[in-house]
């Protein structure tokens, strides 16, 4: 199985910051790779597909880059609303998410 | 627009089983994979399998396999999940998603509790 590893597990920033999330994988997963935003309650939403395409209504403070085992989401400038935790997820062989980074404002 | 409902919360006792619903709306049910995921309190999320409600074909993660029994009724539009001889370690919130393909997932209903408890 293809493990994934998120860093940090908690990121404490403030309003207007550039953020930047890791997801890591245990072995090449190429560009197959997406990311979710889970508010507390509620369930994940989609953010990023294929490691750095957008999702239809997703603001464009929201990016995602890299490929084969190294990855990043980055959020541009932080709002209050992008309190969350965010999962990264491969789909290159079975379906496994990484253990999440818990996001929070300073 | 794209939605999915799920049935509502579940307290079931141990050894038995339960069988959680997902109807499906503006979208054409048949042509996309429906995923079902797990996430155990506080923790992260694991993917359990997904059914084709065209054909009802199906995969399951080896570790749900004999565990989740997915099926579809098109007529209703409408996925199921039954979790059989259940245990504390099922107590979850278990959600139902929409899927690219067998990918990633788009849109995802809002999660059915499930609590296992004498």
């Known amino acids: 199985d293809i493990q994934m590893t998120q860093s940090p597990s908690l990121l404490s920033a403030s309003v207007g910051d550039r953020v ?16 979710y935003q889970q508010k507390l309650g509620e369930a994940p939403k989609l953010l990023i597909y294929n490691a750095n395409s ?12 890299g490929s084969g085992t190294d990855f990043t989401l980055t959020i541009s400038s932080l709002q209050p609303e992008d309190v969350a935790t965010y999962f990264c997820q491969q789909y290159y062989s079975g379906l496994t998410f990484g253990s999440g980074t818990k996001l929070e404002i300073k | 627009q794209v939605q999915l409902q799920q049935s509502g919360t579940e307290l079931v006792k141990p050894a038995s089983s339960v ?11 048949t042509i996309n994979y429906m995923h079902w995921i797990r996430q155990q309190p506080g923790n992260g999320l694991e993917w359990i399998g997904w059914i084709y409600p065209g054909n009802g ?20 539009s409408t996925a199921y999940m039954q979790l059989s001889s259940l245990t504390s370690e099922d107590s ?27």
């Open chain 2, 19 to 29: 069988k959680i619903s997902c109807k499906a709306s503006g979208y054409t049910f």
């Open chain 2, 57 to 76: 074909n199906t995969k399951y993660n080896q570790k749900f396999d004999g565990k989740a029994t997915l099926t579809a009724d098109k007529s209703s």
């Open chain 1, 54 to 65: 957008l999702q239809t209504g997703i603001p464009s403070r929201f990016s995602g880059s």
């Open chain 1, 20 to 35: 930047t999330l890791n997801c890591k994988a245990s072995q090449n997963i190429y560009k197959n790779l997406a990311w």
């Open chain 2, 92 to 118: 979850a919130v278990y959600f139902c998603a929409r899927g690219y393909n067998y990918w990633y997932f788009d849109f995802w209903g809002p999660g059915t509790m499930v609590t296992v408890s004498s």
